[in-house]
């Protein structure tokens, strides 16, 4: 192939200088340079023309400063100056040179195509060899493979490193320090960088922050912490620099609260940590993380009393684990085994049926050598319970309590009210819940607000003139008729003392009492003498008979029941001027407790001294039946909420389940009591199938009832059928 061919030399400019050669030299070096040529100046510096005519003469890519070249002296060539007037100028022969050489020039040309193109047909007869051979090749990248084939020989290796890198990923998995997420695991290369600048001074600092710190930045005082100083402070005044000793000493860590407050005496720094111990922030969130802790501990009992699933929690365990836990089970159902054939062998009566499930006990320090006298529910939520604590010995040595139980801690009371007297009776206020109702020993009526925590009682009957001046054994919140309109019903607190009183508390600015009635003490029938004269049984004398409980009727609230010390238990009426509708004698103790029953409202139930619970109805002044188990005394009865049919019992020994759809002459259930205390008191719970009883020692036990009879609507017709071949009793 044949390129461009490059512009050839004028023959006129390598030949001999002649007469024309010296114009056309000067007229070259003038600039007049004929078309399509290259002409040298007088200085031997060639120019390059193409066939137009234009200079194509490549310049130099160094430019020298002309003015700088004409100051050390110029070595280029500057034309001659002719000065002289009658000699002709040298462009008047210019037109004549310039047509023979073009003549010329044309001629030599045209001899040259004639040489070229025989030239070419020669070479286009000549053989030539092209040889074509390939150049190294230079990788600009180059990605090794991720894919192995199962044949090379590197493939057992292979396999062998990702199994190993699989082992390793499924073990990180179960650490607790594992997190999966995106990281960058390679570093990238470390670049030296050098700065020239002064010593940068560096410090390390530390210091313990707590929650505390963080939610209240602020002193307990309210002032506002000190300006750091600026850095612009001098060198060897600022407080957070360091000398070279202090930084080369170890354990010099200054904290971070050195620069930022004045530093505190231990004086400001003891009231500091005792302004956050008293706070009431800490206090509440201390109760709250109480809480959580306590229902974490008893979620299986809790889950239990609401009857809820329990929650479990799965347990991841090794081989060797498993192993240990099946031997340890089956040792443990041999050991259940001898158990079953040893009681097979004693083969005990009572023991031989269903039994009470102990699911936790309500007990502290504070209540350790108290015994429980009283308790109940809050009306408004089921799961705050009052209890109320006396001495088991009366002795006046240690003071009383009444404690507010929650389902949420079971092992301390939400609120503590500290008496000077033991407790003998707590209740809660229906229409205000909030209001806690308390008797004491004394014969003191308080009247406390669970809603503060202050231990002071909100009112309290010590200021009042017609005060108990004995020992207050029951008292209960009713509801009775006494509105401004007809049919309004108005919350009235009654109390029953030892003093012989039975009285009706009003709450106003203070506490103030009215007397309901005085219950009396009657003379015992005797034979009549000769020439006596004839008194009535129930004639009043000057001495006043203790009254020990009462019980109001559960539709008509100006009727209530009363016991009394002598064994005596009288229906009276609130209203009207005969207090006593009925006197029912049937007890040789003093009657502990009375019971109307929930559904059939002519039947009571009532417990004495005497070893005996009885039966009564409303019309007969005779008990119907007498339940009597063991010699002990009975101290609290009360009915099942949901059924007419079933009662609990209490005495000193065990406590008894008495169903009398099965058997009015052996309780269905018994469970014995603690050896090292005695039963005093229980309590049915209002929305699970829980019995709740209180010791001599201070302890409340939450007891799961098994399965009891499902209440039925004939369940009034049974109590009937039941009771009635023990007495004339007309339906």
Known sequence: MQGPRPPRARPGASRAPSPRGASTASSASLGKAPPGGVLGGSQGAPQVFDEEGKNVTPQPLFQPDPNAARTHGSSLWTPPQDTSPTKPGLDEAEPEEDADFSLSEQQQEEEEEEEEAALAEAELEQVVEVLLTETDTRWMLHLPTALVSTEAEEAPRVLERNKIYTELCEAK???????????????????????????????????????????????????EPAETEGPKSPAGTSSTSLTAGEQGRPGAVPSATDSAAPARSPEEQEL????????????????????????????????????????????????TEVEEDEEEEEEEEEDEDEEEAAEAAEGPAEEAGPRLELLWSYRCDLTRGHSVSSMSWNKANPDLLAVGYREFVSRGKKKGLA????????????????????????????????????????????VYDVRGRQDTALLDSSACLNKHKGPVWQLKWVEQ?????????????????????????????????????????????????????????????????????????PKDTDIFLAGTEEGHI???????????????????GPVYKVAWNPTSTDMFLSCSADWSILLWHRDSHTPLLTF??????????????HSALIFAAVNEKRVEIWDLSVSIFDPVLCCAGSPEGNLSSLLFARNAECLLLGDSRGQVGVWLLPSLAVPSSEQVGSLYDIVAPAGAVKQ
């Open 173 to 223: 998995i179960d650490s607790e320090y594992f997190e999966e997420k995106i990281v960058q695991t390679f570093s990238g290369a470390a670049k030296t960088k050098e700065v020239q600048c002064e010593t940068i001074t560096v410090a390390e600092k530390g210091v313990v922050v707590t929650p505390w710190d963080l939610d209240h930045p602020l002193d307990a005082s309210g002032a």
């Open 272 to 319: 500091h940590s005792g302004a956050i111990l008293t706070s009431a922030k800490l206090q509440q969130d201390l109760v709250v993380m109480e809480r959580i802790l306590m229902e974490n501990i008893f979620q299986p009992k809790l889950a239990v009393y609401r009857q809820i699933p329990v929650l479990i929690e799965p347990v991841v365990t090794s081989d």
């Open 403 to 446: 404690c507010c139980w929650s389902l949420k801690n079971p092992m301390w009371p939400e609120r503590i009210f500290r008496c000077e007297h033991g407790v003998t009776a707590v209740d809660f206020s229906r229409a205000r819940p909030q209001l806690l109702a308390v008797g004491t020993a004394s014969g003191r009526v308080a």
């Open 481 to 553: 008729e006494g509105g401004a309109t007809a049919g309004d019903k108005e919350e009235r607190l009654m109390c029953i003392s030892g003093d012989g009183r039975m009285t009706q508390w009003f709450i106003q600015q203070r506490l103030d009492c009215s007397d309901v009635m005085q219950i009396k003490r009657t003379e015992s029938e005797k034979k009549k003498l000769p020439g006596e004269r004839e008194r009535k049984c129930e004639g009043p004398i000057s001495q006043q008979a203790a009254g020990m409980c009462f019980d109001f009727h």
């Open 570 to 588: 009288y229906c009276c009426s609130c209203s009207g001027k005969e207090q006593i509708l009925g006197t029912y004698r049937g007890h040789e």
């Open 628 to 641: 009597t188990s063991v010699t002990a005394v009975v101290h609290d009865i009360s009915w099942a909420p």
